[in-house]
């Protein structure tokens, strides 16, 4: 198996480490965004304040919960796709990325509303299934690379995969399958594939009882499932997911 990993610039390490709020760029016409404009909530910026306290940063960046009710779910999208802190969040985690995900999720009010809107998983599997690879391996914005595997940290939570439809599931499994394959034949220094992995597994333990089974009786397995992570995983072992997932590393 070929190995893939996320290749972050050294400028992107400095940015990401200086915990700056609106140290990411949120312009218009980002890859995550809709061509119409939304109701999306604009972050405040604070430019020169590195020396402000995280907590306090974070507290300044929740959504004001009048916005938050009547924003359109569209628009809360790209309001969680745009939280300035997310790269921070998941790059500077002690335990591992999607741990640094998991504390974005409970910090940020508006992820944790997003995930009890009913319409959410349509936009966000709408906006995953057009995914172009090539261009976000070229800087389709700043933190593309990080930005969508917080976009697959945010699909692979249950709200969204149980909120989804049998067929609903499937079609997001083929463009994972098809996700990882491309990452690995052309990207494999730029991309990682475990953020993508990890969608279809826990799709699998949902709609295969024979690989639920079977993820429940692997201790390492279920370890990725649960926890989005695979630093004890043997080679053998992601090959064996993948197998499942009718996808091979060969290439």
């Not at 998991?102 to 057009?130: C, H, P, S, W, Y």
């Not at 709609?207 to 989005?228: H, L, M, T, V, W």
Request: proline content about 3%; aromatic content about 10%.
């Amino acid at each position: 198996m070929r190995k893939t990993a996320i290749v972050l610039s050294i400028a992107l390490c400095a940015a990401i480490l200086m915990g700056v709020a609106g140290v990411i760029a949120t312009g218009d016409g980002l890859w995550f965004q809709s061509e119409e404009k939304t109701d999306a909530y604009q972050f405040p910026v604070y430019e020169g304040e590195s020396g402000r306290p995280y907590a306090e940063i974070v507290n300044s960046l929740q959504i004001p919960e009048d916005k938050l009710r009547a924003m359109s779910t569209e628009g809360l999208v790209e309001t969680c796709m745009n939280y300035p802190l997310f790269a921070l969040g998941i790059y500077t985690s002690n335990e591992s990325m999607y741990a640094g995900f998991m504390k974005t999720r409970k910090e940020f009010n508006g992820l944790e509303a997003l995930f009890k809107r009913e319409d959410a998983q349509k936009i966000l599997v709408g906006k995953f299934l057009k995914v172009n690879l090539k261009e976000l391996a070229n800087g389709a914005d700043d933190f593309s690379i990080l930005r969508l595997r917080y976009l697959e940290y945010i699909l692979a939570q249950d709200e969204i995969l149980k909120s989804l439809t049998p067929e609903e599931r499937q079609i997001l499994t083929d463009t994972c399958q098809k996700m990882i394959a491309e990452k690995v034949e052309k990207y494999k220094d730029v991309f990682s594939i475990d953020s993508t992995l990890l969608i279809a597994a826990r799709i699998q333990v949902l709609d295969n009882p024979e690989f639920a089974e079977y993820a429940q009786s692997n201790k390492k397995i279920k370890y990725f499932i649960e926890r989005g992570v695979q630093p004890y995983l043997e080679v053998e072992e992601v090959e064996e997911i993948l197998q499942i997932l009718n996808i091979s590393l060969e290439g």
